[in-house]
């Protein structure tokens, strides 16, 4: 019964740690972006999965805007090349400007004049950006 209740407390402790540690690792970053300290931003982004991610957006919303019909494997091929060949997203994907979005909201490094109402993401926000995910996660569920 004793190991039992051991076993259970330190499962706890574990699922615990799980769930507060991305927490923790987000108020690290918002802080950082918010003191503008792009060495810290540098050791908690990894910036080839965010290009990666960046590039294979910009050619989904390109085949959807066209409505062109383009396989899953021609897609990530694109993606690949527009990665490579692309200056726009390499200069959107480095540290300072993408310190700057996240703290401004907007791509300040490609397009200087941001919209009116852009927000970035200072500690005010983040329960806001608890609650997208909550929605994006619900919403994901659905489908």
């Known amino acids: 019964m004793r190991k039992t209740a051991v076993a ?22 918002v802080h950082a972006i918010e003191t503008r300290d792009v060495a810290m931003v540098t050791r908690h982004v990894y910036f080839d999965a965010v ?3 960046i590039t294979s ?7 959807r805007r ?8 021609a ?8 990665g490579i060949a692309d ?12 310190s700057e979005l996240f703290a401004a909201g907007w791509p ?9 109402g852009t927000v970035g993401i200072p500690a005010s926000t983040v329960g806001s950006i608890w609650h997208i995910f ?9 489908k």
């Open 108 to 116: 300040v490094a490609v397009a200087p004049d941001a919209p009116s």
């Open 87 to 98: 200056p726009v997203v390499d200069k959107l994907i480095s540290p300072e400007a993408l």
């Open 51 to 53: 290009r990666k991610s």
């Open 8 to 29: 259970i407390l330190a499962l706890g402790l574990v699922w615990m740690g799980y769930i507060v540690w991305p927490l923790y690792e987000l108020s690290v970053l």
């Open 57 to 63: 957006q910009i050619v989904t919303a390109y085949t």
């Open 66 to 73: 066209t409505g062109a019909h383009i396989s899953p494997l």
């Open 75 to 82: 897609q990530s091929m694109a993606a690949a090349t527009l």
């Open 134 to 142: 909550r929605v994006n996660t619900a919403l994901a569920n659905l």
